[in-house]
T-cell receptor
Framework: EAEVAQSPRYKITEKSQAVAFWCDPI?????LYWYRQILGQGPELLVQ????????DSQLPKDRFSAERLKGVDSTLKIQPAELGDSAMYLC????????????FGSGTRLTVV | KQEVTQIPAALSVPEGENLVLNCSFT??????LQWFRQDPGKGLTSLLL?????REQTSGRLNASLDKSSGRSTLYIAASQPGDSATYLC????????????FGTGTRLKVLA
């Protein structure tokens, strides 16, 4: 069964350092999502890509977060500088497109900022 | 703004019980509704997807229904097992814009052997 790949699985970083997460969606999936999930809460959308274009980044803290999907395939989410409040699970999901499709999620990256 | 609420927040039941998890949403103009399972420290696994023209979906011991007019979805788990212990999340996508899914905060289920 096709999977969404994410790495690293866990990341511990010091406050003010830079950190990056990588996601490879299911082959052929045009839409890619990055969600953040704080412990005990539901995931919240950070950014949505359609192919290589950002279609929703309204909840992305743009002063420190950036995301790219240069060739419309894999994607990188970066935080610089990291803050203590960024500690969370970062989840990547993909779907064939928008509309009548569901999401497939990766295993996530657990970020701890110390 | 769409808000998704799940009740109860936590549930503990003995093995073998049939149980119902509830999901409500404030904006009935949803397109799809998807139920997920999340084990501690893991990603989300899709359980059931109810698409816009559907009212329910079934997979094994799981059945999910959707009533857009009342703003509710329920996930029914038959003959619960200890392996069903996890957090269950529902997510609703809107009919307009980017069709992104809005998630509830989940129901933490513990099935006791």
């Amino acid at each position: 069964e096709a999977e969404v790949a994410q790495s690293p699985r866990y990341k511990i970083t010091e406050k003010s350092q830079a950190v990056a997460f990588w996601c490879d969606p299911i082959s052929g999936h045009a839409t890619l999502y990055w969600y953040r999930q704080i412990l005990g809460q539901g995931p919240e959308l950070l950014v949505q890509f359609q192919d290589e274009s950002v279609v929703d980044d309204s909840q992305l803290p743009k002063d420190r977060f950036s995301a790219e999907r240069l060739k419309g395939v894999d994607s990188t989410l970066k935080i610089q500088p990291a803050e203590l409040g960024d500690s969370a699970m970062y989840l990547c999901a993909s779907s064939p497109g928008v509309g009548s499709y569901g999401y497939t999620f990766g295993s996530g990256t657990r970020l701890t900022v110390v | 703004k769409q808000e998704v609420t799940q009740i109860p927040a936590a549930l503990s039941v003995p093995e073998g019980e049939n149980l119902v998890l509830n999901c409500s949403f404030t904006d009935s103009a949803i397109y799809n509704l998807q139920w997920f399972r999340q084990d501690p420290g893991k990603g989300l696994t899709s359980l059931l997807l109810i698409q816009s023209s559907q009212r329910e979906q079934t997979s094994g011991r799981l059945n999910a229904s959707l009533d857009k007019s009342s703003g509710r979805s329920t996930l029914y788990i038959a003959a619960s097992q200890p392996g069903d212990s996890a957090t269950y999340l529902c997510a609703a996508s809107h009919t307009s814009g980017t069709y992104k899914y809005i998630f509830g905060t989940g129901t933490r289920l513990k099935v006791l052997a």
